[in-house]
């Protein structure tokens, strides 16, 4: 199932180069094929997710609008005539009642879902820094520094990665200056993505420079953080994996030996290596050397 990009102000460059910090255990699960989006509400900026309250009323124009979708009457209906298969002992008059007892569901499915801690809790998403270049700060803050890595992709590559996946996905950059966009900017938000608080963050957080892949079902189906698992096409998401600087070479020959072993990925040193002179450096035959 394709993933969808967002439109403007959310939409993600096509050509953009993405990196993905991370430790070696979340880079084996994903070289398995497993895409992992982490609830919202378990992130370290607690107020991620959270609508400004100059925008609260766009959100929940945003809830009434996919409300009004998912509580569409040939919807319960269908739902209603399924579970009344199941059970050929209910009466005409039993019908209608659990007709009107699914609206009530979904009435008050609605009304929790107006909660901003809901809402964080009911959307998964999976974080990309949206930059040409590795970065010193993104190292030391996301991967760890003694056994840190990176994967270096792109958008294009995500999308297509992620094509065989049967979830519906949202993508789109995070934006940090919607302050500046005033009353008109709101009515672009809220056009653009109904969940459009999951895409937006202050200006002190600019520096990550965010793309976001986005799962939305948990917030109609789950009172829970929700953790959402994917399938992906590992070898065509990843453009190589990079090795911090500041990873020293016995750490290093590990995570080169480990991913060589679970993949043709290719592991290179970082860009930045020149300024720590106890950098990893590739040494092994399938680098080409047998030093």
């Not at 900026?45 to 998912?70: H, K, R, T, W």
């Not at 005033?182 to 963050?201: H, M, Q, T």
């Not at 072993?261 to 290596?273: E, I, K, R, T, W």
């Amino acid at each position: 199932m394709p993933v969808t990009n967002l439109s403007r102000p959310f939409a993600a460059p096509a050509n953009a180069v993405l990196w993905r910090y991370m430790s070696l255990s979340k880079l084996i699960l994903l070289l398995r094929g497993e895409f992992y989006l982490s609830p919202i509400s378990d992130f370290e900026d607690a107020l991620d997710g959270m609508a400004p309250d100059d925008l609260s009323d766009a959100q929940e124009q945003a809830f009434d609008l996919v409300f009004q979708s998912i509580k569409k009457p040939e919807y319960v209906t269908d739902i209603a005539r399924e579970r009344r298969q199941l059970d050929r002992s209910r009466t005409q008059r039993e019908h209608a009642s659990l007709i009107r007892s699914l609206i009530q569901d979904v009435d008050e499915r609605r009304r929790s879902v107006g909660g901003a801690e809901m809402f964080r809790r009911g959307i998964a998403a999976s974080c990309w820094h949206r930059k040409s270049n590795e970065a010193i700060p993104m190292w030391e803050i996301y991967a760890g520094r003694d056994a840190g890595i990176a994967i270096k992709s792109s958008v294009a590559r995500l999308t297509r990665a992620l094509s065989i996946t049967d979830v519906n996905l949202e993508m789109g950059k995070v934006l940090y200056d919607y302050e500046k966009r005033g009353s008109a900017g709101a009515e672009e938000l809220l056009r653009a993505y109904p969940y459009f608080p999951a895409l937006l963050k202050g200006e002190p957080f600019e520096y990550e420079a965010e793309v976001r892949v986005l799962e939305s079902s948990g917030l109609w189906t789950s009172t829970e953080p929700t953790p959402v698992t994917v399938q992906c096409l590992p070898e065509v998401l990843i453009e190589e994996v990079v090795i911090s600087p500041f990873v020293p070479q016995h750490v290093g020959d590990a995570i080169d030996t480990v991913v060589h072993a679970l993949s043709a990925v290719d592991v290179v040193p970082s860009d930045l290596s020149g300024h720590y002179p106890k950098a990893w450096k590739p040494r092994y035959r399938w680098h080409g050397s047998t030093t």
